[in-house]
């Protein structure tokens, strides 16, 4: 399996490493990303694309009493998130499964916070996957979207990925160009966030109480 297939669903050994170094590598950039967006101290959140499970427990520690989901459509993912977060599934406060992000197994307006670390270059249907994650967060709550690389970064791992999409298939895209993917999908009040030099990108978005 190519490189970029394992980024895009973990699997074997060689995706079971790449999931660990993954949560240290994105370690940074997840907390710079979601120190724009507030954590609601209760009330549910989802982690989409979940990887190896750091993120699910940054959001654990950050969110006081809420319960926190993670879901991933790679099996191996799914395993080791589970593993990293064994102590907070057994009291339930985390729960971990295998699906899609473009056929979430959730019920419409539950989320108070959507998170997708490093994952949507991978998605198969970016519009529609944005709209099927507007259905289940909850009206007032919010999506945050973060990447480390992001089209028009001059930050050399940004060019890299960004030379190499048309063969990898990762979907990069520029900061305007995510501020219109969650506007299209509904979310209003979109805020894009840059950090040049180091080709990092967080955009986040609100869904309104009342739908226009
Ligand atoms: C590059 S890894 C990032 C993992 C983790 N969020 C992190 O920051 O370390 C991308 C993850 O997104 C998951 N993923 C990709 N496409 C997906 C999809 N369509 N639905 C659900 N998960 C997906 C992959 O299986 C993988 O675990």
């Not at 395993?79 to 064994?86: E, F, S, V």
């Amino acid at each position: 399996m190519a490189l970029n297939d394992q980024f895009r669903k973990p699997s074997g050994w060689m995706g079971r490493w790449l999931l660990r170094n993954m949560n240290k590598r994105h370690s940074g950039v997840t907390d710079w990303g979601l120190s724009h967006i507030t954590i609601p101290r209760d009330g549910a959140i989802l982690d989409v694309g979940c990887g190896g499970g750091r993120t699910i427990a940054k959001l654990v520690s950050a969110s006081g009493s809420g319960q926190v989901f993670g879901l991933d459509h790679s099996a191996d993912s799914v395993r080791l998130a589970a593993k990293t977060n064994a102590a907070t599934i057994r009291t339930g406060r985390v729960e971990i499964i295998q699906g899609s992000v473009s056929q979430l197994p959730y019920a419409s307006d539950i989320f108070d916070l959507v998170a997708a670390v490093e994952t949507i270059y991978f998605w198969p249907d970016l519009p529609a996957d944005v709209r099927e994650i507007w259905r289940v967060v909850k009206p007032g709550g919010s999506l945050a979207v973060i990447c480390e690389v992001y089209k028009g970064a001059p930050a050399a791992m940004s060019k890299m990925v960004e030379k190499h999409a048309s063969k990898t298939g990762m979907r990069v895209l520029a900061p305007e160009e995510l501020r219109t993917l969650l506007q299209d999908a509904g979310f209003v009040e979109v805020e894009v966030f840059t950090d040049a030099p180091k080709g990092w990108v967080c955009a986040t978005g609100l869904k309104p109480l009342r739908a226009a």
